[in-house]
RNA sequence: GAUCCCGUAGCUCAACUGGAUAGAGCACCCGCCUUCUAAGCGGGUGGUUGCAGGUUCAAGUCCUGCCGGGAUCGCCA
């Protein structure tokens, strides 16, 4: 692996040095930005920690590495403050040196794993026959930042898109359809076929059809009975009810690409749980002769619990009474199908936080039947979208806010918003229209990312699409003055030059652009988009704060003129590359 | 009832393995467009991090108890 030219890790090396020729542990030495910029840019907290192992003054072992630290040229001046912080100020050559870097680096500045491994991205949490709405807005979003995060990092990742096609609501939907159009002739058991080519049912259709089906099915038991002996029918391969079901998926397939292609989302693979399914009976025979698999009140369960569970552990319904596969079994054959096709060595599920325990039974039977490790498995739950209640959002007429309404009105809003700043005058209106799509996609995607993934948050339309201050857009502006300022530059011939870093401005700006990797790193650790975020938008703002401070091209001194625009390139390259990975497009203008 | 998550400025959210004076945005107030996009920049007001203890040189962060909110707890996914 090719030598870390962090700024972190280069002062962490001196450090760590100095700490070792002091008899200590050469991890002491660990760098980190500085809590407090206006006393040092860089700070180390390793001399407590050390001296408390070793019962040495603290002060005293810190002072040692001070005096170490100076003879560096990375370092300007170097102290000892309060119980034993060393605080070092880099020399401006060290930043010049590493903006030169980073300047000159196609990742601007971003490097990718040691060893990439198979990664599989599973999205579960669409549903045929549901249109997407504001709560499946952060699977598809989040699940999207992190699979380019993992891509760009250098591990080989296969995303499956991963349909819920499977389970009882595929009889509730087929039982619907019968009361309302009996006559098809996919109910008619003794129709040899073949089927209609076009569905009979249009997705307007199946998305008021399949409340109705779910509220009786709740409420009315013999109707249930129906949906489940409909669901087993439909899953054993009953000729008319597999037709059926194929139009549900293709009518609700042609949705859910709109969605994804407006939402810029690609996956690699369309699968869903009934993929699963040629898989399931190989291996509920094998469970069942390793015993794995129980017999118990009428079902086939898996049992996961262990004596060191604090909470109630239920087993895995493998097969239930009615012989039916569910989300359990269904996921166990995905598993299977996957280790055949992919063989990830890690897999992460991106699906709603309320079914951890769900996840966390697959996963212990997935690890007792040999199939996948546990270690090999990953839920990577998000919280729900709230209105301001505190409950799970809703419109004011009480539905769900649809994805491509809010879409539409995230464009319409850009757009308005667009012509009030007298903006695009100049260009097509198709071109306008795409770069209000493109801003509004931002607006959308960035306030979404920005919150923790593990926490719920409080959805407010007109705050999620806004375009001011911590905001997609204003990380779009950012790159966009760039991009216009890169195309004047061109037209005049400046060129950009070797960087001397002498205002306050560019050096906070450098010390933003070397950041990248401490951002990419947490975000790819701990699989929180969130981080990327952050830093995309920190380094936007240094990059304005530098923009307002430092004339360019109407700079005089052409030494100056060269290395601030070439300071401006290398951030227009790493803001590009963030955004990238959050999901976001740059339009060229706007 | 059990288990898990959350509680940070008026509002919405951050805070890396415990680190120094808890940061942003919005809102509010004050300044900045005859120089590169004002969707911008600079400055200001605003905090007993739910409450009470404990561990530590150091706690929003770790431990205990309490209060408040949410989620989940075998055949729907």
Same mark, same amino acid.
């Given at each position: 692996?090719?030598?870390?030219?962090?700024?972190?890790?280069?002062?962490?090396?001196?450090?760590?040095?100095?700490?070792?020729?002091?008899?200590?542990?050469?991890?002491?030495?660990?760098?980190?930005?500085?809590?407090?910029?206006?006393?040092?840019?860089?700070?180390?907290?390793?001399?407590?920690?050390?001296?408390?192992?070793?019962?040495?003054?603290?002060?005293?072992?810190?002072?040692?590495? *001070?005096?170490? =630290?100076?003879?560096?040229?990375?370092?300007?001046?170097?102290?000892?403050?309060?119980?034993?912080?060393?605080?070092?100020?880099?020399?401006?050559?060290?930043?010049?040196?590493?903006?030169?870097?980073?300047?000159?680096?196609?990742?601007?500045?971003?490097?990718?794993?040691?060893?990439?491994?198979?990664?599989?991205? /599973?999205?579960?949490?669409?549903?045929?026959?549901?249109? =997407?709405?504001?709560?499946?807005?952060?699977?598809?979003?989040?699940?999207?930042?992190?699979?380019?995060?993992?891509?760009?990092?250098? @591990?080989?990742?296969?995303?499956? *898109?991963?349909?819920? /096609?499977?389970?009882?609501?595929?009889?509730?939907? %087929?039982?619907?359809? +019968?009361?309302?159009?009996?006559?098809?002739? !996919?109910?008619?058991?003794?129709?040899?076929?073949?089927?209609?080519?076009?569905?009979?049912?249009? =997705?307007?259709?199946?998305?008021?059809?399949?409340?109705? $089906?779910?509220?009786?099915?709740?409420?009315?038991?013999?109707?249930?009975?129906?949906?489940? +002996?409909?669901?087993?029918?439909?899953?054993?391969?009953?000729?008319?009810?597999?037709?059926?079901?194929?139009?549900?998926?293709?009518?609700?397939?042609?949705?859910?690409?709109?969605?994804?292609?407006?939402?810029?989302?690609?996956?690699?693979?369309?699968?869903?749980?009934?993929?699963?399914? &040629?898989?399931? &009976? #190989?291996?509920?025979?094998?469970?069942?002769?390793?015993?794995?698999?129980?017999?118990?009140?009428?079902?086939?369960?898996?049992?996961?619990?262990?004596?060191?569970?604090?909470?109630?552990?239920?087993?895995?319904?493998? *097969?239930?009474?009615?012989?039916?596969?569910?989300?359990?079994?269904?996921?166990?054959?995905?598993?299977?199908?996957?280790?055949?096709?992919?063989? &990830?060595?890690?897999?992460?599920?991106?699906? @709603?936080?309320?079914? $951890?325990?769900?996840?966390?039974?697959?996963?212990?039977?997935?690890?007792?039947?040999?199939?996948?490790?546990?270690?090999?498995?990953?839920?990577?739950?998000?919280?729900?979208?709230?209105?301001?209640?505190?409950?799970?959002? +809703?419109?004011?007429?009480?539905?769900?806010?649809?994805?491509?309404?809010?879409?539409?009105?995230?464009?319409?809003?850009?757009?308005?918003?667009?012509?009030?700043?007298?903006?695009?005058?100049?260009?097509? #209106?198709?071109?306008?229209? @795409? %770069?209000?799509?493109?801003?509004?996609?931002?607006?959308?995607?960035?306030?979404?990312?920005?919150?923790?993934?593990?926490?719920?948050?409080?959805?407010?339309?007109?705050?999620?699409?806004?375009? #001011?201050?911590?905001?997609?857009? !204003?990380?779009?502006?950012?790159?966009?003055?760039?991009?216009?300022?890169?195309?004047?530059?061109?037209?005049?011939?400046?060129?950009?030059?070797?960087?001397?870093?002498?205002?306050?401005?560019?050096?906070?700006?450098?010390?933003?652009?070397?950041?990248?990797? @401490?951002?990419?790193?947490?975000?790819?650790? +701990?699989?929180?988009?969130?981080?990327?975020?952050?830093?995309? !938008?920190?380094?936007?703002?240094?990059?304005?704060?530098?923009?307002?401070?430092?004339?360019?091209? *109407?700079?005089?001194?052409?030494?100056?003129?060269?290395?601030?625009?070439?300071?401006?390139?290398?951030?227009?390259?790493?803001?590009?590359?963030?955004?990238?990975?959050?999901?976001?497009?740059?339009?060229?203008?706007?």
């Amino acid at each position: 692996m090719t030598k870390s030219t962090d700024l972190a890790d280069l002062l962490s090396d001196v450090a760590g040095a100095a700490f070792a020729a002091q008899g200590l542990e050469a991890s002491y030495g660990a760098m980190r930005r500085s809590d407090r910029p206006d006393l040092a840019d860089f700070q180390c907290n390793g001399a407590m920690a050390a001296a408390k192992k070793v019962g040495k003054n603290p002060r005293e072992i810190a002072t040692a590495i *001070v005096e170490a =630290m100076k003879a560096s040229p990375l370092v300007a001046a170097a102290e000892v403050a309060g119980p034993g912080f060393i605080n070092v100020k880099l020399s401006a050559a060290a930043l010049s040196k590493r903006a030169e870097e980073i300047a000159a680096d196609t990742r601007a500045g971003a490097r990718g794993v040691e060893t990439p491994r198979r990664v599989m991205f /599973d999205f579960g949490g669409w549903n045929v026959a549901k249109e =997407m709405h504001i709560g499946h807005l952060r699977s598809t979003v989040i699940g999207d930042s992190l699979q380019r995060l993992f891509r760009f990092r250098g @591990d080989h990742v296969t995303s499956d *898109v991963h349909l819920g /096609d499977w389970g009882l609501q595929m009889g509730q939907l %087929i039982n619907e359809v +019968k009361l309302e159009q009996p006559d098809l002739p !996919y109910f008619d058991a003794g129709f040899t076929g073949p089927y209609p080519e076009t569905s009979p049912v249009s =997705m307007d259709d199946l998305g008021r059809l399949y409340p109705q $089906a779910s509220a009786k099915s709740k409420t009315d038991e013999a109707r249930r009975d129906e949906d489940r +002996k409909a669901t087993q029918e439909l899953q054993a391969g009953r000729p008319g009810y597999r037709a059926l079901w194929k139009h549900f998926c293709n009518v609700t397939r042609v949705g859910l690409e709109r969605e994804c292609a407006s939402l810029g989302v690609k996956f690699d693979l369309w699968k869903g749980e009934s993929d699963a399914e &040629p898989y399931i &009976p #190989e291996l509920v025979e094998d469970l069942k002769a390793r015993e794995i698999a129980e017999f118990d009140a009428g079902a086939w369960i898996v049992r996961v619990a262990r004596e060191t569970d604090k909470k109630e552990m239920p087993p895995i319904i493998l *097969v239930n009474r009615d012989g039916a596969i569910g989300y359990h079994g269904s996921d166990l054959g995905t598993i299977v199908d996957r280790k055949r096709t992919v063989d &990830p060595q890690l897999t992460m599920y991106v699906v @709603d936080q309320r079914q $951890a325990l769900h996840f966390e039974q697959v996963f212990r039977a997935s690890d007792r039947a040999g199939l996948m490790p546990e270690s090999a498995l990953e839920h990577l739950g998000f919280g729900t979208v709230n209105g301001p209640d505190g409950k799970p959002f +809703k419109t004011r007429d009480g539905g769900v806010l649809k994805l491509y309404e809010l879409i539409a009105q995230a464009d319409a809003t850009s757009l308005a918003r667009m012509q009030e700043a007298e903006l695009g005058a100049d260009v097509s #209106e198709a071109e306008r229209a @795409d %770069i209000a799509h493109k801003v509004a996609v931002a607006a959308i995607k960035f306030s979404d990312l920005s919150n923790v993934r593990t926490t719920n948050y409080i959805f407010d339309l007109d705050r999620f699409i806004s375009f #001011e201050g911590k905001t997609g857009p !204003y990380l779009l502006y950012a790159a966009v003055r760039i991009k216009s300022l890169a195309r004047r530059a061109e037209g005049e011939g400046v060129k950009p030059g070797p960087i001397s870093i002498e205002l306050d401005a560019e050096r906070a700006l450098v010390m933003q652009l070397d950041a990248v990797n @401490d951002a990419l790193r947490g975000a790819y650790d +701990k699989r929180l988009p969130h981080f990327l975020c952050e830093h995309a !938008y920190s380094l936007a703002q240094a990059f304005s704060s530098f923009y307002a401070a430092a004339p360019i091209l *109407v700079e005089s001194d052409p030494v100056k003129k060269a290395s601030r625009l070439a300071l401006a390139l290398a951030t227009l390259k790493q803001l590009e590359l963030l955004l990238g990975l959050i999901g976001i497009e740059t339009p060229d203008r706007m």
